[in-house]
């Protein structure tokens, strides 16, 4: 087994709220890139967040596509997490249970796009590190490109309806904030063509 499938990741409420992010990372965790994690209340987070952002999705599509995230995934729900949340300081008290949960699924990364919020100095205490989804998935594309790229060309496959093209996705995932990661990933298919 490689360095980089033994890797876990907590994947924060953040994360998982935006759609092509959510299906790069778990693409890329689907060809064993890493080992993601979440809890019921980071699902319900990103799921509820969703619903009132967005008028024209149920509580019951996002419920089924959590759902199916742990089908895909049986190992990535965290349980017995609470106990340690009263314990953590962290700048939002909000966030104490993405850290709780990193720390009792023995996480070294917490991925997220809100990094102010899970400073460097208390996370060090506990092995973790936030890293922002770009800084992720760049790592993981310069340790694994071939494999990135193979999630990548899977998640643009499973698209649709409506369908899309790879340079439609690339440039879903730029607006979302993943620069860099789109500039490798275009630099891998202008490689492979």
């Known amino acids: 087994m490689s360095v980089s499938a033994k890797r876990v990741a907590v994947l ?3 994360v998982l709220y935006p759609a092509p992010l959510r299906d790069l990372l778990l693409n890329a965790a689907d060809f064993r890139l890493y080992a993601p994690k979440w809890t019921a209340r980071i699902q319900d987070e990103w799921t509820r967040n969703l619903v009132m952002n967005r008028p024209e999705l149920t509580a019951e599509q996002l419920q089924r596509t959590a759902a199916a995230m742990q089908a895909a995934f049986p190992e990535a729900e965290v349980p017995v997490y ?7 300081q962290l700048p939002d008290p909000d966030d104490r249970h993405v850290l709780a949960a990193a720390i009792r699924a023995q996480a ?36 694994q490109p071939a494999r990135v790229l193979q999630a990548f060309r899977q998640q643009v496959s499973f698209l649709r309806n409506p369908p899309k093209t790879a340079e ?23 490689g492979s063509s």
């Open 12 to 14: 924060d409420a953040c």
């Open 168 to 190: 439609q996705v690339l440039d879903t995932l730029r607006r979302v904030g993943l620069t860099i990661t789109v500039r490798k990933l275009t630099a891998l298919l202008i």
């Open 82 to 88: 609470e106990p340690l949340i009263d314990s953590l």
């Open 108 to 143: 070294e990364i917490i991925v997220t796009a809100n990094l102010k919020d899970f400073p460097a100095d208390v996370l060090r205490e506990y092995g973790v590190e936030a890293q922002h989804p770009d800084a992720f998935m760049t790592t993981l594309l310069d340790e």
